[in-house]
């Protein structure tokens, strides 16, 4: 199995311009625990996730009162906070190079980059994994 099999296709992202708040509230809309931070159209310059905003003393189920207490982290830009030097792959990463690097630099997810250009393809996440994992025993 490669990235580019298991990978959630164009994922959603934010602009490294979008505040903490905007983060916050996608990631909340969308379900999702993982935001690419992009400069122009798809180069990928960090990553929000979940950890982070819990790092500021988010997270994703607060209620709007304390949301509205917190504002000025809120209107901090995400280059602010996010993780920089991004662990990226390319399409035809496989599963255990993907699993690997998960393990060892103790992340939840990975973009999927195309190496030509640096744009971003996809994003896999631990979740994808596990459902790659899981969808290939009942194969076995």
């Known amino acids: ?3 580019e ?6 994922p ?4 490294e311009r979008t505040t ?8 909340s809309e969308r379900n999702i625990r993982h935001l690419p931070v992009v400069r122009g ?11 982070d905003l819990r790092g500021l003393g988010l997270s ?17 830009r995400v280059t602010e906070f996010m993780s920089g030097d991004v662990v990226t792959v390319g399409p035809e990463a ?4 993907i699993i690997d690097l998960l393990l060892e630099e103790k992340i ?24 790659c994992v899981r969808d290939g025993s009942k194969d076995a």
Not at 20 to 27: P, Q
Not at 121 to 129: A, R
């Open 1 to 3: 199995m490669t990235a």
């Open 5 to 10: 099999e298991i990978m959630t296709p164009k």
């Open 12 to 15: 959603f992202t934010v602009h």
């Open 20 to 27: 903490v708040d905007e983060a916050l509230r996608i990631m």
């Open 41 to 51: 159209e798809d180069e990928v310059v960090g990553i929000i996730s979940d950890r």
């Open 60 to 76: 994703l189920s607060q209620d709007l009162a304390t949301i509205d207490a917190l504002r000025s982290r809120m209107r901090m």
């Open 94 to 97: 496989e599963l255990d190079e």
């Open 108 to 131: 939840s997810a990975i973009p999927v980059i195309d190496s030509d250009t640096n744009a971003l393809l996809g994003i896999v996440s631990y979740v994808d994994v596990l459902r």
